[in-house]
């Protein structure tokens, strides 16, 4: 049997609301029904059991009374004439099924599929299938479906949901307390966005997609809500150098921190910056650490500052020479670091705010003219504490309000990165746990300062930069996740660019 879905996952995705009022237009455009278009999800789920869940023999599936729930009908009764040991549980009764979920449970009846009438006659599974709530699921999970999902999630079977685990808002990717943790989830249609960031991205397992005939004409005629750039995108976007170019003719970036005791940041962004194909990298830092940073890196042009009342002209010099200002790595928050972090609102071209930077903007009025700020959800809390009651949990409008509120680019970091600027979105796609590591954050910062200098807009030089520092350490991970040090990415950056 021919898979009819597959790990190869579109490059947009939209909220769940476009899906719900679009699906319907998109298979009437090629002549098909939504009773058929339930029929091809649940022969598309069904098709996983003829190929990665080939062995799964006893088989539970939780259905819920919406379309979700014909979908898990259905399936049942396709895994039930195969012979495969199915046992099916309503979490609501059958009678407030309607339309085409009510005509999906007589089919299962009239197959003589079983019913389990009380969920306490547990059993041993090789897969427990998820289909209580669909795409229109957000708010909380009463505590009866919080039950039975925690014995789920703590079961050792394969656990699959339909469409969207249970429990997580498909457009928001706030996932609700107990909520069902798929170990494969098998999407229809179109990417929902809610699924690809944040903790909903663990909560989705690995995801697959199956089209169900119609996704092609569903994208042709809905506007995608964001961008899932994939890799073969992104290659493409990589800057090329002319063969007469000079290093005058790659940007110059200027990254300022280090304060005293904490030279190994700012050591971090700087390195990573040459490594993204920056043709000069100045730094300034405080004087105690210039000979850490400049060690075994003697391409970088390191300037110490002790006291900055003797320093100004230089300064001012360094801020006329760069094309791209990085403030924060290492930076500290005590009056040299405030001194410094004042100067940066006098610099008239684009400024990389990250780390103590950011603890520093969060607590001043000004903004910055031009900016790319990049925080992860705590920094991102004290961004936004002062000003509004914004849920964390929905990462895309926390993008959105700090891109407003800051007048900047928002690289908002953690599983599944959401880039902003203007009101483009990309969801990143690559990264991994090993990234839990310090410096991670530095390392990113200088990449997106190195693609800027060179001269790349700034959607672009961002989404790039974070796809790379994702994919550098997944290729450095190879050795082992724990214990991944944030240089070990240098020698990938340099690969992955070019």
């Not at 000069?280 to 850490?292: G, K, R, W």
């Not at 890196?297 to 300037?303: N, Q």
């Not at 930076?331 to 930077?357: M, N, P, S, Y």
């Not at 203007?422 to 969801?427: A, F, Q, S, V, Y």
Request: aromatic letters at 8%; glycine letters at 10%.
């Amino acid at each position: 049997m021919e898979a009819k879905y597959h790990g190869n996952l579109p490059q947009f995705a939209y909220t769940a609301q476009q899906v719900k009022d679009n699906e319907g237009q998109a298979a009437s455009e090629i002549g098909i029904s939504l009773s058929h278009l339930m029929e091809r999800a649940a022969d598309a789920v069904f098709s996983l059991f003829d190929h990665e869940l080939l062995n799964a023999e006893r088989i539970l599936i939780l259905a819920g009374k919406g379309n979700n729930a014909g979908d898990a009908y259905l399936l049942a009764r396709l895994l039930h004439m195969t012979g495969r040991v199915v046992s099916v549980v309503s979490l609501f009764s059958p009678q407030l099924l309607t339309g085409d979920a009510q005509s999906a449970y007589e089919k299962a009846v009239s197959a003589k599929v079983p019913f389990i009438a009380n969920f306490a006659e547990r059993g041993s599974y090789d897969v427990i299938v998820d289909g209580v709530f669909g795409t229109g699921y957000s708010g909380e999970l009463s505590a009866s479906i919080k039950t039975i999902f925690d014995y789920c999630n703590c079961s050792s079977a394969m656990r699959l949901s339909i469409d969207v685990p249970s429990g997580i808002d498909a457009s928001s990717g706030v996932v609700a307390e107990g909520a069902f943790e798929a170990t494969i989830t098998m999407t229809f249609i179109a990417l929902k966005q809610g699924m690809l960031t944040g903790r909903a991205k663990h909560f989705c397992g690995k995801l697959l997609f199956a089209p169900l005939g119609i996704a092609e004409v569903f994208s042709a005629r809905v506007k995608a809500a964001v961008h899932y750039s994939a890799q073969q995108t992104f290659m493409a976007q990589r800057l090329n150098r002319d063969p007469d170019c000079y290093k005058n003719q790659c940007g110059h970036v200027l990254l300022i921190g280090g304060n005293k005791g904490m030279g190994g940041a700012i050591r971090l962004a700087s390195e990573a910056c040459l490594r993204a194909g920056a043709g000069l990298v100045s730094v300034l830092t405080h004087a105690d650490n210039v000979a850490l940073v400049q060690q075994g890196r003697y391409e970088l042009m390191v300037h110490g500052v002790r006291s900055l009342n003797n320093e100004q002209e230089a300064i001012d010099n360094l801020f006329i020479k760069a094309d791209v200002l990085v403030i924060g790595p290492g930076l500290g928050q005590d009056a040299w670091a405030q001194t410094l972090f004042k100067r940066c609102f006098e610099f008239e071209r684009t400024i990389v705010c990250d780390a103590d930077g950011l603890n520093l903007l969060a607590n001043t009025q000004q903004r910055f003219s031009d900016s790319v700020i990049t925080p992860h959800i705590g920094e991102a809390k004290r961004l936004i504490e002062n000003d509004s009651d914004i849920e964390l949990s929905d990462r895309f409008t926390t993008t959105s309000f700090l891109a407003h509120a800051y007048h900047s680019t928002v690289v908002l970091k953690g599983p599944g990165s959401i880039v902003y600027h203007c009101g483009r979105m990309n969801i990143n796609r690559s990264g991994s746990s090993a990234m839990a590591s310090a410096g991670m954050g530095d390392v990113l910062s200088g990449i997106i300062a190195g693609l800027l200098a060179q001269g790349m807009e700034k959607f672009a030089a961002t989404s790039l930069a974070v796809y790379i520092h994702g994919l550098a350490a997944e290729k450095a991970a190879t050795d082992g996740e724990k214990g991944l040090l944030a240089s070990d990415l240098f020698e990938h950056i340099r690969r992955l660019l070019g």
